[in-house]
């Protein structure tokens, strides 16, 4: 009688208790709840990873690094306020990311990207302000992208797209685990090299050293129009002299330049040791790369003996 139904439990639609309990144990295991005899499905996650705080913050460096670029032309002041906010923003994320438990794929793409983008820019400003060091700084532009990019394909390529690309191996490269792995010296190493960018960038309009063009000149031949170059007349660009443009232009020339030394200074040997990185970085990037194409041409059995 325990494996039959009776007449009465077939009537009334109900189960063998062992019956029950496996359905309702291959129900919870397929994602599913019983209840009152109806399968309900279990609610699916409605996360929206776009929505994540970490990454709303990085929709707002953008944002700030947007409005940062309208006003690095003209007004130094207002753009070097939003682009350091920007860039501190970038601690801000990751540490928004470990305490919501919110860290993506995405996020840190996100967050690669615009440091790369905004560090890009400014540099291409730092360019056309000096012409005759544009060679340089466009050197460190390629230099960044291109340690950054091998850096993130090799990882991808050779460790699997489910590691990180601040994953380093210590057996890799002691350098840069040492810089990934400690945040302190991520953190220092980042903001550093951003101040000495700010620093040139605010040496630009303030230092007749770096600027000669800076010097009065009495409509002679050194005036020019060269963006980020404050020393022509504001006549000579708006309507009304008096406007708020006209008057920030008019600051610019005043700017004190004693404190944008002091931050370059300070800040040099960090950036430069930045750039002996990304050197680092890229050189350990190709050489894996390079690993993985050794391994894989043995594995097709190439180069093949011809016969």
């Given at each position: 009688m325990n494996g039959v139904r009776t007449r009465k439990q077939t009537a009334k639609g109900g189960k063998?208790?062992?019956e029950k309990a496996a359905g309702d144990a291959n129900g919870k295991a397929?994602?599913?709840?019983?209840?009152?005899?109806?399968v309900a499905k279990r609610a699916e996650s409605s996360e929206n990873i776009f929505l994540f705080y970490p990454n709303i913050i990085g929709y707002s460096r953008i944002i700030l690094a947007i409005a940062s670029l309208y006003y690095m032309p003209l007004h130094p002041r207002t753009c070097s306020l939003l682009y350091s906010i920007s860039c501190l923003l970038d601690a801000l994320d990751g540490v928004a990311a470990r305490y919501f438990q919110q860290s993506t794929r995405f996020g840190a793409v996100l967050d690669m990207v615009t440091?790369?983008?905004?560090?890009?820019?400014?540099?291409?400003?730092?360019?056309?302000?000096?012409?005759?060091?544009?060679l340089l700084f466009q050197g460190l532009i390629s230099l960044d992208l291109a340690s950054h990019y091998m850096h993130m394909y090799a990882t991808l390529t050779m460790a699997g797209s489910g590691r990180s690309h601040k994953q380093v191996d210590q057996s890799r490269s002691r350098i840069l685990y040492l810089y990934y792995n400690n945040k302190n010296v991520l953190f220092a190493f980042c903001a550093f090299n951003e101040l000495f960018f700010i620093a040139l960038y605010l040496l630009s309009f303030s230092?007749?050293?770096?600027?000669?063009s800076l010097l009065p000149v009495e409509n002679g031949p050194g005036s020019s129009a060269q963006p980020g170059n404050p020393s022509h007349h504001a006549s000579t660009l708006f309507a009304?002299?008096?406007?708020?443009?006209?008057?920030?232009?008019?600051r610019a020339n005043k700017m004190d330049s004693f404190w944008p030394w002091v931050i370059a200074g300070i800040s040099f040997p960090v950036m430069a040791g930045k750039q002996f990185l990304n050197v680092v970085q890229l050189v350990k990037a190709s050489k894996?790369?390079?690993?993985?194409?050794?391994?894989?041409?043995?594995?097709?059995?190439?180069?093949?003996?011809?016969?």
């Open positions: 063998p208790k062992d397929n994602g599913y709840i019983n209840t009152n005899g109806l440091d790369r983008c905004t560090t890009a820019c400014l540099l291409v400003f730092l360019s056309s302000a000096w012409p005759r060091w544009a230092s007749p050293i770096l600027s000669p009304t002299p008096g406007s708020a443009w006209a008057m920030e232009l008019a894996w790369l390079a690993e993985g194409d050794l391994e894989m041409r043995r594995a097709q059995g190439l180069p093949k003996k011809s016969t």
